[in-house]
């Protein structure tokens, strides 16, 4: 098993910046890719930003430009900037990490971080 945990989220004005953290545990030689995904009330759960075990990053097209991933794979951590905040940013941020293949592709999930952006 892997557990996620994360941290950094809070309440910001718009224009705003903030860093959330996630940190893995347990069985984290299984984790190829680690990420971020929001979810605001009555949304589906979206992708914000992923980071293969590589360093080779995706973003959804309301994060390009002004959020970057980044991953200390020394210390199974993966990391979300996120600048130039917009109240439409408001959302839980879920940290997620998959597995190799070879272990089953396995979605993990953190408890999520609330992020709040005031207008």
């Known amino acids: 098993q892997v557990q996620l945990v994360e941290s950094g989220g809070g309440l910001v004005q718009a224009g705003g910046s903030l860093r959330l953290s996630c940190a893995a545990s347990?069985?984290?030689?299984?984790?190829?890719?680690m990420g971020w995904y929001r979810q605001a009330p009555g949304n589906e759960r979206t992708l914000v930003a992923t980071?293969?075990?590589?360093?080779?990053?995706n973003y959804a097209d309301s994060a390009k430009g002004r959020f970057t991933i980044s991953r200390d794979n020394a210390k199974n951590i993966v990391y979300l900037q996120m600048n130039s905040l917009k109240p439409e940013d408001t959302a839980v941020y879920y940290c997620n990490a998959r597995s190799y293949i070879a272990y089953g592709g396995t979605n993990y999930w953190g408890q999520g971080t609330q992020v709040t952006v005031s207008s």
């Open positions: 980071i293969s075990s590589r360093g080779s990053t």
């Open positions: 347990g069985n984290t030689f299984r984790i190829n890719s």
